[in-house]
Each structure stands twice: as C-alpha cells, then as structure tokens.
C-alpha cells in the first residue's frame, strides 16, 4: 500500500474506467444531492459503465436517470441489514469486475462494502479513520466549507472533477420514468382550473415539520386566492395529511389529498409540474428543487450552514434565528428543550408573502 500522504494527492485524470460503482445509499435527499456529480462523472467518462447503489425503495426514482446503466437497491434496514450482508453482496459485486468504486456514504458498513467489492481504485472521504482501511484515494470533505453538493465533488478531485464554493456545480438533471410522467399527466389533467401549490408536510424526523395548523392557514389563503392545493404524504403520514385538509378544504374541490397514493416516482413528477412548492426540510423539497419549482422551504432544527437546503433563485428557506439551532444534523424525535419554537416561530405568513409572487397571485 502507497503511504498515506499521497493518497490524498494521487491523480487520476489520465485514467479512464469502464465499470464505476457509486454507492449512496443514504436518504432521498442524499441521493437527489449526488446528481450533478454522477452526470459530471458521465461527462469526464463517456464510455464507463455507472452503476448507482442506494437504498432500497429510492431505486425507481433513477431508473430512467440517462447517465446510469444501472440502479440497484440496497435493504440497508431490511434484509441487507448488517456487515454480514454486507461482505455477501461485496462478494458478488467483486465478480463484476469493478475498476472504480466512489462512496460519498461515510458509515462502517460503506468502507466494508467498499473493501470488499475490492475495486482497483477506490475514492472515499479522509474521515472517519476507517475509510483508510477501505479506499485508495481519499479526499477532504470539508463539511465547514463547502454545501453538500460541493462536499460530493470533492470526491472527483483525483479524476480532475471539480467543483468549489468559487465554481458551484451546476443544477441536476433528473430523468423520470415514463409511467411516472404519465401518473402525473392524469392526476393534473383531472385538476380545475388555477396555479398549482404543492404541500408537502411530512419529514422522517417530527422536529423538522411545521405544525400542521400552519401548513393549514397557508392553504387557506391558497384557496381563497383562487388556487388549487395539492395535498402529499407519504406512508404513515396519511393522519397528517388528513387533519389539514380538514382544517383547510373550504369545498371547492379545489384541495386535493393525494396522501399515500404516489410512488416516489410518481411523486416527483408531480412535484414537477407545481407553480409552487411548500415543504419542510425533506427529500420532497430536493424532488421539487431539482427540478427547478419555485419553493418555500421550513427549517427548524437545521440550517442553511449544513449545506443540505435548496439553492439558487427559485427557492427560499424560512426560519427562525434561535441560539439552539442547529440542534443536529437531521433533526430529532422531540425537540430537546421542549418548545419546538424553531418550527412554531415561522409564521403561516411569512410563507404565503413567499409563495404568493411564486404563484403569481
């Protein structure tokens, strides 16, 4: 093995691949966030083969994604749990002959994954300590630097892929399937007539959601202004979804509960075709981002300093300046002082004076 010094300066850019593993198999929004470096990846090796790996159920949503020759899910809570799965799959991977594995996904079981699939070279991130027991090369993520597009990135350094605070990446491209296009094309066909809204208000993390009463109110006022609300939710998440629309539906037939009647695909090509989007800080926020819907985005126990929020022109974050925020890097289960006023201190108007103009109303 080279010494570690100059494993953090090898260059790779006059090497091509032709079987390229990229293993992320971290939530929605995680996957959505690697796009542009998957397509720059594409760009920098035309001929390679790119295969992505991500969590098992995100795998339709990249099905179409032009770049990819592949996209395999893995049952990380399922029945891929543990290293022992892990080592299994590795195996069979390495018998695919894999010449460049990429893994901006930072656990244990990443590095053994990363090892075991045993491809010549292999780009993780310098930290944790393990990931020099795993990768070849190893680059800086510079988490304090850089917003998590800019950290994936990072990991191209040794194939001369770059992109910095100075030169961001550019917007993804996101390809849906086209059954998914069509779910979409019938459910807004059937729609009346007036701008669309998208409430999303759901989160895997409950401190990250605004309260449901809120997200209510702004329906209201989506209402009265003439437009059409699209409710979304996904499982689990039906109770939510149906407390709002009770709360806002003022029986136009202008509200819409589509709660738990999407796949994620299908969820994103409904997200597409929005005028505006209002969401807390979830993978439904990259969905509609990335696809360049003006959005309205709720941040609580996150901050816009993690490098996870929506950016560009089209999108804004609301919240609030509290000295506990951040609180962590995903959120918790309940806030841990017990007031929850990061999310409860974003007024329902302050949305509506954003989403508005979005709206054009």
Not at 57 to 62: H, K, M, N, S, V
Not at 186 to 205: C, N, V
Not at 299 to 317: A, E, M, Q
Request: proline share 7%.
């Amino acid at each position: 093995m080279r010494r570690a010094g100059n494993r953090l300066m090898d260059n790779l850019s006059a090497m091509d691949f032709r079987r390229v593993g990229i293993w992320q198999t971290a939530f929605l929004g995680d996957a959505v966030l690697t796009l542009p470096f998957i397509q720059a990846l594409k760009q920098r090796l035309p001929e390679a083969e790119l295969h992505l790996f991500v969590r098992a159920g995100l795998d339709g949503l990249f099905s179409a994604q032009r770049e990819l020759a592949s996209v395999r899910p893995f049952a990380k809570r399922g029945v891929q749990r543990g290293l022992l799965a892990a080592r299994t799959l590795g195996k069979a991977l390495s018998a695919e002959g894999f010449d460049l594995w990429i893994s901006p996904h930072t656990s244990l079981r990443s590095a053994y994954m990363a090892r075991a699939v045993g491809a010549p070279v292999r780009i993780g991130y310098d930290a944790p300590w393990y990931n020099w027991l795993a990768y070849t090369h190893l680059t800086q993520r510079r988490f304090d630097e850089l917003e998590e597009i800019e950290r994936i990135f990072q990991l191209g350094a040794p194939l001369g892929i770059f992109a910095d605070r100075a030169h961001p990446a550019p917007m993804p491209r996101l390809d849906l399937p086209p059954e998914a296009r069509a779910r979409a094309e019938e459910i807004f066909a059937g729609l009346p007539d007036g701008k669309r809204l998208g409430i999303h208000p759901g989160s895997t993390w409950p401190t990250k959601c605004w309260p449901a009463a809120h997200f209510a109110e702004v329906a209201r006022q989506a209402l009265a202004a003439g437009a059409v609300v699209l409710l979304f939710a996904g499982p689990g998440e039906e109770d939510l979804a149906a407390r709002i629309a009770a709360d806002a539906d003022d029986g136009s037939g202008r509200l819409v509960n589509l709660a738990n009647m999407l796949t994620i695909p299908a969820l994103a090509a409904c997200l597409g075709r929005l005028d505006a989007c209002l969401t807390n800080d979830s993978g439904p926020m990259h969905l509609a981002w990335a696809q360049g819907v003006p959005l309205a985005a709720c941040f609580g126990p996150t901050v816009r300093k993690l490098g996870f929020f929506p950016r560009g022109p089209n999108s804004r974050v609301l919240e609030t300046n509290l000295d506990c925020r951040p609180c962590g890097l995903h959120g918790h289960k309940a806030c841990p002082l017990g007031h929850h006023n990061c999310m409860r201190d974003i007024a329902p108007r302050r949305a509506w004076d954003v989403l508005r103009p979005m709206l054009g109303l």
